[in-house]
């Protein structure tokens, strides 16, 4: 069962078929975690990246397999209903889906297989509600629809897409993408119509070593977009955390280049809005030679706010952070503790960021988790890979958590 609440009884019945039932006793099942799934064989490597819970309940799973795009949807429970691919003849990847209004999903990522150069292309797939993208001509051209259809943005060098979302403006869909792009400076963002057709598209930051890792929409606020991820600062190689607030027609009123005293690398790779305003972010700070999961409260405006540090004597990185009702849970991977090399690592603070307990999960093998979302009742969604739990290699790993657990 999953965690809750629940009235429980035995029920029996003698030789001529009379039932006796005893005496009704609830219990009350708490864990921290409330079920987990693994997807994948033995023969190739999957991991997950991306998921989401639709308004049946169930989950949508963007991921991989081998050089391809895998999208998967489940039941409720994690059982399997259909899955999708999509890529070429080389490498392929997917980082972020999101459902659009009209019952479909829009995926970003990147691809070598399709590119106009050779290099990697940033690559922006909008399917139907069954996963199904693009019309193929007899001549094995894709044309463009409303609903199904393929592009690939980029230059010379490699571009890369990290994070979508859709935006309904004036009554106008929109798509906007944000990642990495080969020239300099190099935080990538394109904004597209319904058909995926490039309104404009810009680049930000200072160095090369600029990338966006997730985007989202500040709802009713100004600016509309607000961004997370790193940027050279001036004169080292090294990278701040960036947070931006970008507007509609693609103009920055402010990009925030955060640096935490040691002057090596931060990043950001998620960022959530507050119930109470401003935005929370989960990356990574380089500490020495290796990294520490950082988490940052940051004020409506991208100013810092608040921010924490978990970590040990070796590399961690924060993927995921939600608000709960009592602080955040957070979510990434570990080297410092747990069973193996990697272990995925989820952290439950309280308001000002102490800890209330931390877990961690997965075998003698390597296993991290790469992305979440929150369900339909408030549970962390985490989704990543295993190599210690499956069936052999890499398999995708969903895990779903109790958010209301307690030690």
Known sequence: ????????????????????????????????????????????????????????????????????????KSDRYGALEWQKSFGGSQLDVANHIEQTSDGGYIVTGYTKSFSDDGDMDLWLIKTNGSGQSCL?????????????????????????????????ENDSTYFIVVGKSGRIPSVYMIKTDDKGQKKWENLYGAGPG???????????????????????????????LVVAGINTNGETPWFRSIQYGNGLNEIGNFISRLSSGGYIVAGAKQNGNWDDILVMKANNDGTQADSWIFGGSDNESGTYVQESEDGFIISGFTESFGQGFYDIWIIKTDDNGNEIYTQTFGGSMDDRALGGDKGSNGEPLIIGYTSSLGNGGEDILFIKIDPNYQP
């Open 210 to 240: 600029g990338k966006a890792q997730y985007i989202i929409e500040s709802i009713g606020q100004s600016p509309r977009y607000i961004v997370v991820g790193q940027d050279n600062h001036t004169g080292t190689p090294d990278s701040d």
């Open 1 to 72: 069962h999953e965690n809750g609440t629940y009235d429980v009884f035995i029920r029996s019945y003698d030789q001529v078929g009379t039932k006796f039932d005893s005496e009704t006793i609830t219990i009350n099942i708490s864990n921290f975690l409330v079920y987990s799934k693994t997807y994948g064989s033995s023969q190739v490597n999957e991991l997950g990246r991306s998921i989401m819970q639709i308004n049946d309940s169930s989950f949508i799973i963007l991921g991989e397999y081998e050089d391809d795009i895998l999208l998967m």
């Open 136 to 168: 193929y001509d007899e001549n094995g051209n894709c044309s463009s629809g409303s609903s199904m259809w393929v592009k690939t943005f980029g230059t010379s060098g490699n571009d890369y897409g990290n994070s979508v979302i859709e935006s309904i």
